[in-house]
Nanobody, 122 residues
Framework: QVQLVESGGGLVQTGESLRLSCAAS????????MGWYRQAPGKQRELVAAITSGGTTNYADFVKGRFTISRDNAKNTVYLQMNSLKPEDTAVYYCNAGGVTVYSGRYYPGYWGQGTQVTVSS
């Protein structure tokens, strides 16, 4: 009923930038929180950044000052601008939509995107 489609991943060198996008589609009335998580090989999935519908943001300490999350509520789209990338940022980045209300009135706790690979070479 609701789908999340990520784009913008790729291969970059240390110090370069990437911008990830995630568009939610479906009969969406509102989404409370949209965010980005990442999972590196052999590691658990971890929060990178999140933003509420009101614009309140939350960042993991390891990306503060380098990454910026933003959101277009009208388009149900969230962005992650990643600057000064490091090899340790290499991971699959997943988009999450939390607290989704659809037009039928039904509420869903959350959805995940399929993930987009970000690789930073040294």
């Amino acid at each position: 009923q609701v789908q999340l489609v990520e784009s913008g991943g790729g291969l970059v060198q240390t110090g370069e930038s990437l911008r990830l996008s995630c568009a939610a589609s479906g009969s969406i009335f509102s989404i409370n929180t949209m965010g980005w998580y990442r999972q590196a090989p052999g590691k658990q999935r971890e929060l990178v950044a999140a933003i509420t519908s009101g614009g309140t943001t939350n960042y993991a300490d390891f990306v503060k000052g380098r990454f910026t999350i933003s959101r277009d509520n009208a388009k149900n789209t969230v962005y992650l601008q990643m600057n000064s990338l490091k090899p340790e940022d290499t991971a699959v980045y997943y988009c999450n939509a939390g607290g989704v209300t659809v037009y039928s009135g039904r509420y869903y706790p959350g959805y995940w995107g399929q993930g987009t690979q970000v690789t930073v070479s040294s």
